[in-house]
């Protein structure tokens, strides 16, 4: 990844962001895009530890849903039961703590294919910039979690950018911590979410930031 529509393409309904902010400069089918596996790390070791502290600290170790995975989840410990969703099925297959893999598009489709209050947690990593309709994601993903179940969104300042939403492209950090709590709020499903850097200031790799909230 880089540092720093499709014709089935969904139009997301939040209000509030700038025409153009959801467009991407590669509007092909994400399939196609994510059609070669890539079994690499996105983020550096220091930020996969930090993402695998947080989960840890937030005790997000149930049944937990993986939105947006590939191969590796980040985790710690291995959940008691973790679901994978993503759009490459090899790298799913790779993933070792899943036991259930979802090949799906959820910009083609923000339903989650899953049962309603089917797992107790739900997380997303360094990926939350790829999504056209992110408001129905999260509204979606709160369908899936059971009462009191969290959303934990984390994000570095990598990405593909040809894939990733012009309005992240031209925002800060701050601004996508803005941007990503700003979705739970529109989703109007979730409580006040929570915003935490995750790395030190001084930290001389990638960056970590986290922005998570409870189903109301
Ligand atoms: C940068 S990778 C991150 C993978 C993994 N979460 C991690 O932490 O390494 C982006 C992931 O988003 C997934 N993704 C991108 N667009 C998607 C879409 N439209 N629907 C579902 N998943 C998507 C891809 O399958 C890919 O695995």
Redo the contacts with the bound molecule.
């Keep these: ?1 880089t540092a720093m529509g499709s014709a089935r393409r969904v139009t997301t309904t939040s209000a509030g962001f700038p025409p153009g902010f959801f467009d991407r400069v590669d509007e092909g089918d ?1 399939a196609t ?2 059609a070669p596996p ?1 079994l690499v ?3 550096d070791d220091d930020a ?1 530890a930090a ?1 695998g502290a947080l989960y840890e600290e937030l005790g997000v170790n149930g049944e937990v849903l ?9 985790f710690r410990v291995r959940p008691h039961r973790l679901v994978v ?4 099925a090899s ?1 799913l297959e790779a993933n070792q703590m899943a036991e259930e893999r979802i090949v ?5 489709d923000p339903r989650i294919p899953m049962p309603d209050e089917s797992v107790d947690d739900a997380v ?4 939350v910039d ?3 309709a992110p408001i129905e994601v999260f509204r979606n993903v709160a369908r899936v979690l059971r009462p009191d179940g969290r959303f934990v969104v984390t994000f570095s300042n990598r ?2 950018p040809t ?1 990733a939403i012009r309005g992240w492209l031209y925002a800060s950090d701050d601004d996508h911590c803005s941007i990503v709590a700003e979705y739970f709020a529109q989703s109007r499903v979730f409580a006040t979410a929570t915003v935490s850097r995750r790395a030190p200031t001084d930290h001389r790799g990638d960056p970590l930031y986290a922005v998570w909230a409870t189903r109301l």
């Design positions: 990844m994400d895009f994510y890539r790390t996105h983020i996969i993402v993986d939105l947006m995975s590939s191969w590796v989840s980040h969703l993503g759009m490459n790298e799906h598009d959820l910009n083609a997303c990593c360094v990926s790829y999504l056209t990405l593909f894939k």
